[in-house]
């Protein structure tokens, strides 16, 4: 089953608008990553944000996570062309060693 | 340092028939997992091994076998392949210390199956 849940499915932006996606999840977490994949390649990691923080930066991209609501989102602030790629969402969830991926947000960014 | 290898990267089989998929990591990293992604979809792990010497099921083992041949290489076996079997095969690897929560995974580039 899928932990996470991303939204939207699918995301069509302009180059230097930022993208928004987020993420839904169902049980208590240890924390919760942000992974990039490019077409026809393996997934890359991006950040990871522990369940007792609440927000997180990395260059151009900046994660809340609100584990009241059980929440996460992903921002990419000036996106560029090769931003293009799907990104997911992957939970640790409590008493599990292994992560649990969500079904991705496919970010388009037109040139 | 080359990461997480996969090998091979494409394959076509029949059904019915069986073949191992390769996984080596040159990290040092104690965890190794075999996830695999269909079409649209998220990753599904498939094995995983916590530990030299130690698997794992994962949400969707049926039809899959696995070895963890020492601590750098973990292999994923089809024995008998069947056609929902086609789908991106992926390994990944991360440190996850002893009684430590899932940390972040390495991929690698992924093997493209395809049962007939």
């Known amino acids: 089953s899928q932990q996470g849940e991303e939204d939207p499915q699918a995301l069509s932006i302009q180059e230097g608008e930022n993208a928004t996606m987020n993420c839904s999840y169902k049980?208590?977490?240890?924390?919760l990553q942000w992974y990039r994949q490019n077409s026809g390649r393996g997934l890359v990691h991006l950040i990871l944000?522990?369940?007792?923080?609440r927000e997180k930066h990395s260059g151009r991209l900046r994660v809340t996570l609100d584990t009241s609501k059980k929440s996460s989102s992903l921002l990419i602030t000036a996106s560029r062309a090769a931003d293009t790629a799907s990104y997911f969402c992957?939970?640790?969830?409590?008493?599990?060693?292994?992560?649990?991926f969500g079904s991705g947000t496919r970010l388009q960014v037109q040139p | 340092n080359a990461g997480v290898t996969q090998t091979p990267k494409f394959q076509v089989l029949k059904t019915g028939q069986s073949m191992t998929l390769q996984c080596a990591q040159d990290?040092?990293?104690?965890?190794m997992y075999w996830y695999r992604q269909d079409p649209g979809m998220g990753l599904r792990l498939i094995y995983y091994?916590?530990?030299?010497?130690?698997?794992d099921k994962g949400e969707v083992p049926n039809g899959y076998n696995v070895s963890r041949l020492n601590k750098r290489e973990f292999s994923l076996r089809l024995e008998s392949a069947a056609p929902s079997q086609t789908s991106v095969y992926f390994c990944?690897?991360?440190?996850?210390?002893?009684?430590?929560?899932?940390?972040?995974?390495?991929f690698g580039p992924g093997t493209r199956l395809t049962v007939l």
């Open positions: 990944a690897s991360s440190v996850l210390s002893a009684g430590g929560p899932s940390d972040t995974q390495y």
């Open positions: 049980t208590s977490i240890n924390n």
């Open positions: 944000i522990r369940s007792n923080e």
């Open positions: 992957a939970t640790a969830d409590t008493g599990r060693r292994a992560l649990t």
């Open positions: 990290m040092n990293h104690n965890s």
């Open positions: 091994s916590a530990s030299e010497g130690t698997t």
